[in-house]
């Protein structure tokens, strides 16, 4: 499976609309294609005619470990298959704060369905932060969107010092390439960007580029991809091209490609098929003392962190489970109280009821 991430920390560069339109293309081609919303806003999701504020599972539980990537996959068109985010996605690196081996969550997710995929293809958020961090451990690829702006050649350089720190932190090399957009050919200051961004990085730049088209955004608006929604626009011919470009590159990058397990086993963070982590939240005031417990801790109530969510008072531990059944409780200050958010139950022995997980 071919890992591409899409990156760019200025939003608006065309990012969300290159993963819709090469996920589209690569799979017309004939190619089961795996396309990851990991922004919040859920645009790729909505560009393609699925909505994640809708989706019963999204990446947010994934991440978290509460369920398997498996469950939250939806397929959209032959051949390619989402996996769909919404704005509750943005809560992961308050709830992930401290968390161990956090910038790991999407990888290790992984390695079930590596080769179920022929392509991954990642759309991060308009940010560096743990969810771009995220993609780019599990990417072997990275494609920079970069439009005609001041602003976006400037934010390059950082981008590119970022994707540094990840070569030296995890020993992880990314191969990158860089996608001029929303190119306006008539305009000089369009011709010079793409003519400084070939002279500066000429053997990271595609020699295809995005041109300026009104088509691309009215697709969108419609949860189409191009190809399903203009064939005779330039937008359309130019990720067709696009496409062509990456996969005439198919037989390199395979030489240079590594596996989710093979990445996983060398950092030592390939966790055991009966050995899941699940992160158990609770709704409390933050002056409460809370903790839990249950046949996973013999009993012994472990406290929880707390951290606030989209303005809400939210408590959270992370606990790695073999694979079974337990029951558990929160300890509120001096109240025990089952899980509100798990409608599992089993009776207890004081007449009450504890909650019950199983994995």
């Given at each position: 499976m071919r890992k591409i991430a899409l990156v760019n920390q200025k939003g608006g560069c065309g990012k969300t609309t290159t993963a819709i339109n090469v996920a589209s293309f690569l799979a017309?081609?004939?190619?089961?294609?795996?396309?990851?919303?990991?922004?919040?806003?859920?645009?790729?999701?909505?560009?393609?005619g699925a909505q994640g504020d809708q989706a019963e599972k999204t990446i947010y539980e994934v991440l978290l470990g509460e369920i398997p990537i498996r469950e939250a996959i939806q397929t959209v068109a032959e051949n390619l298959d989402v996996v769909l985010s919404d704005v509750i996605l943005s809560a992961f690196e308050q709830v992930m704060a401290g968390g161990h081996e956090r910038e790991y969550k999407l990888v290790q997710s992984l390695v079930?369905?590596?080769?179920?995929?022929?392509?991954?293809?990642?759309?991060?958020?308009?940010?560096?932060?743990?969810?771009?961090?995220?993609?780019?451990?599990?990417?072997?690829?990275?494609?920079?969107?970069?439009?005609?702006?001041?602003?976006?050649?400037h934010g390059l350089g950082k981008l590119l010092d970022t994707i540094q720190i990840i070569d030296e932190k995890v020993d992880h090399r990314l191969s990158v390439k860089i996608l001029a957009t929303n190119i306006d050919r008539r305009t000089t200051f369009c011709r010079e960007v793409v003519k400084s961004l070939r002279d500066r990085f000429s053997k990271n730049c595609f020699k295809t580029i995005i041109n300026t088209c009104t088509k691309l955004r009215e697709a969108a608006s419609h949860g189409k991809a191009i190809a399903e929604y203009n064939t005779h626009c330039a937008g359309f011919r130019d990720y067709q091209d696009l496409t062509m470009e990456i996969l005439k590159q198919e037989a390199a990058m395979k030489k240079k490609g590594f596996t989710?397990?093979?990445?996983?086993?060398?950092?030592?963070?390939?966790?055991?098929?009966?050995?899941?982590e699940i992160v158990f939240k609770l709704e409390a005031p933050e002056t409460a003392m809370v903790q839990i417990a249950g046949d996973f801790n013999e009993w012994v109530p472990e406290s929880l962190h707390f951290t606030e969510s989209q303005g809400r008072p939210l408590w959270h531990k992370t606990l790695s489970l073999r694979q079974g059944s337990y029951e558990y409780k929160y300890l509120?200050?001096?109240?025990?109280?089952?899980?509100?958010?798990?409608?599992?139950?089993?009776?207890?022995?004081?007449?009450?009821?504890?909650s019950v997980i199983s994995l």
């Open positions: 017309g081609k004939g190619k089961k294609v795996l396309l990851i919303d990991l922004d919040p806003q859920g645009h790729a999701g909505l560009g393609l079930d369905i590596e080769a179920e995929y022929d392509y991954l293809i990642i759309d991060s958020p308009p940010s560096v932060g743990l969810l771009t961090f995220n993609g780019l451990v599990a990417a072997e690829e990275v494609i920079i969107p970069v439009d005609a702006s001041s602003f976006s050649l989710i397990g093979s990445l996983l086993e060398a950092e030592g963070l390939l966790k055991s098929q009966v050995e899941r509120v200050d001096d109240r025990w109280i089952p899980d509100p958010d798990n409608e599992r139950t089993a009776d207890d022995a004081y007449g009450g009821v504890n």
